[in-house]
């Protein structure tokens, strides 16, 4: 929902048009990144810690991404579009295996 309605967000919190050059760009890192380190933590960590303990986890971060992101304002964007982008990424790693 976030990703796709990105440019309509950015316009809804008073940020300008061309915003999205910057945010979408962000938000393919960040997504890059929570697959990367989502992936080590449940190699390094999934002897001891289960699965369902790691989508907790995720789902939480993308509880409080998600709260941010319905309450920012322009400049909480760039934080909130982060966090969206990490926690997805996660998302995709523990709940695909």
């Known amino acids: 929902m976030f990703m796709n309605n990105l ?3 950015i316009l809804s919190t ?7 050059i910057y945010l979408v760009p ?3 890192v960040s997504n890059c990144a929570g697959r990367v380190v989502g992936g080590l933590l449940l190699d390094i960590l999934g002897k001891w810690i289960s699965r ?3 989508m907790l986890f995720t789902c939480i971060g993308t509880l409080i991404a998600s709260i941010l992101s319905a309450f920012a304002n322009f ?3 760039f934080p909130a579009t982060i966090l969206q982008g990490f926690f997805f990424g996660v998302s995709m790693v523990v709940g695909v295996a």
């Open 7 to 9: 440019g309509e967000i």
């Open 14 to 20: 008073g940020g300008p048009p061309d915003a999205a």
């Open 26 to 28: 962000i938000l393919l």
């Open 52 to 54: 369902p303990y790691f």
């Open 75 to 77: 400049e909480l964007l």
